[in-house]
């Protein structure tokens, strides 16, 4: 199985800030990996597909980088509804594996 | 506007069987992959099954492959999880979750849409 880490699995930032997510599959995925938002009360979001192809309807603020095992979610200028969980997946192959999320937190 | 609502959660003992439904509207239900995905209580996230667009081919994570059945009825726009055999592992907000690509090869791909969740808990 590819096994994701994901780092850091904490994160505390103020609105205005920029952030990173790393992503790191234990082999080549290509660019076959996908980014999620997750909220309270709300279904889970994709925002963004095939590395760094963004979802419609996600701010042009989120972006993603990266392809064979090294992969990278950063969000420029923070706003309020930014802070959430966010967990990479990636589907190469079966079965299709998620990363254990980082949690973005107001400082 | 796509919509996925789950059903069929509950509390059910160890050993007993519960089946899930999801109920898709929004998108022709019949050209797209679906899948199940699971998450336990404050932990990260599960894929648990896929099943491509008509119906063929199914695909199923190690931790519940002979025990689960992923299924669906594109007549009536709605997907289902068959869940046999059920741990106290199994316990979790299931989610019901549409893939990305338009009649994707090998439902192999992201999850574009997903439902809001319904809570199986396994316990005795």
Redesign the interface.
């Known amino acids: 199985?590819v096994q994701m880490t994901q780092s850091p699995s904490y994160l505390a930032a103020s609105p205005g800030e920029s952030v990173s997510i790393s992503c790191k599959a234990s082999k080549s995925i290509s660019n076959?990996l996908?980014w999620?938002q997750e909220k309270p009360g709300?279904?889970?979001?994709?925002l963004i597909?095939?590395g760094s192809t963004l979802?419609s309807g996600t701010p042009s603020r989120f972006s993603g980088s990266g392809s064979g095992t090294d992969f990278t979610l950063t969000i420029r200028s923070l706003e309020s509804e930014d802070f959430a969980v966010y967990?990479c997946?990636q589907?190469?192959?079966?079965?299709?594996?998620?990363?254990?999320?980082t949690k973005l937190e107001i400082k | 506007e796509v919509q996925l609502v789950e059903s069929g959660g509950g509390l059910v003992q160890p050993g007993r069987s519960l089946k899930l439904s999801c109920a898709a509207s929004g998108f022709t239900f019949s050209d797209y992959n679906m899948a199940w995905v699971r998450q336990a209580p404050t932990k990260g996230l599960e894929w648990v099954a896929s099943i491509s667009y008509g119906g063929s081919n199914t695909h199923y994570g190690d931790s519940v492959k002979g025990r689960f059945t992923i299924s669906r009825d594109n007549a009536k726009s709605t997907l289902y999880l068959q869940m046999d055999s059920l741990r106290s592992e199994d316990t979790a907000t299931y989610y019901c979750a549409r893939h990305g690509r338009w009649r994707g090869i090998r439902a192999r791909d992201w999850f574009a849409y997903w439902g809001q969740g319904t809570l199986v808990t396994v316990s005795s």
């Open positions: 199985d076959n996908a999620y709300k279904a889970n979001k994709l597909h095939s979802q967990y997946q589907y190469n192959e079966y079965p299709l594996t998620f990363g254990s999320g």
